[in-house]
């Protein structure tokens, strides 16, 4: 049988590199031509990426614990360099030492992705699985905080005149922001939160949203695929927002299964 911790290494490298490497894309776009150093070091993130993804194809689930621990902790540095290198383009962002089309927001936004990267892989180290139960208001935090961001530069991306769509942008970003303020109350509850009870409704109503979310990310990607609407995103952006949504959904649906174990 395939070691879980094996199996959960592998897939956390083979979202995450791509969601890495893509980050490092955007950045690239979004600085203006003098800005040629800093554009430099985004592609050299891309190649790394790119090779971790090669590196990544020659492991199955099969492969032996201590390699893909190392293989790990190669990614980790892979991780904690970008962050620190997403964390260099904020500091210059907001000391107005440049002036590019990255929103510090959006800056800011890829770090802490960078960094959940980076503990995920120490703690698959450790011999931690994710997601841990105990961890499951904190975990919902952090993607809640991802999915209301990324409500906001869908509305600051699309193009003013399509009115209706920035204004479903505008209501997704405040549906988010209420969700993030209630798992931050629940946060500040624990443990005594932590009853399967609350868990389950908290979990239920996160799914919801995120279902709709999603949904609505795709129905974005499609049409912008297609031109068939005015905004400055990206396809491949549109598509990146879309898969980190799935992601959420997918770590939802871990929590709840565990839940129903336990209530059993």
């Known amino acids: 049988m395939a070691n879980p ?23 690239s776009l979004g600085f203006t031509y003098e800005q040629n150093k800093l554009i430099e070091e985004a592609q050299q993130f891309i190649t790394l990426f790119e090779r971790i993804e090669e590196k990544l194809a020659r492991f199955t689930v099969n492969s032996d614990l201590q390699q893909v621990q190392a293989f790990n902790s190669e990614v980790y540095q892979a991780a904690v360099a970008i962050w620190s290198y997403k964390r260099k383009v904020l500091g210059l962002t907001l000391r107005c030492e440049i002036q590019s089309n990255n929103f510090p927001l959006l800056v800011d936004h890829i770090s802490r992705e960078a960094a959940y990267f980076a503990n995920r892989l120490k703690d698959l180290n450790e011999g931690k699985l994710a997601p841990e139960p105990d961890s499951i208001i904190q975990e919902n935090l ?14 600051h991306l699309l193009d003013p005149s399509e009115r209706k769509l920035v204004e479903q942008a505008r209501e997704f970003s405040h549906d988010f922001d209420q969700l993030v303020f209630q798992a931050v109350d629940l946060d500040s509850m624990r443990p005594q939160s932590e009853t399967a009870p609350i868990l389950d409704q908290f979990l239920d109503q996160n799914r919801v949203s995120v279902v709709s979310l999603r949904d609505f990310k795709k129905t974005a990607r499609d049409l912008i695929e297609a031109c068939r609407i005015k905004s400055n995103i990206h396809p491949l952006l549109a598509d990146h927002t879309f898969r980190e949504a799935e992601r959420f959904l997918e770590i939802i649906d871990l929590f709840d299964t565990h839940l129903s174990r336990s209530n059993q």
Request: hydrophobic fraction near 55%; proline fraction near 0%; aromatic fraction near 16%.
């Open 142 to 155: 952090f993607f809640l905080r991802i999915m209301a961001d990324h409500s906001k530069f869908i509305g």
């Open 5 to 27: 911790i094996v199996m959960r290494s592998l897939d956390e490298i083979q979202f995450w590199s791509r969601i890495m490497k893509e980050h490092a894309l955007f950045l």
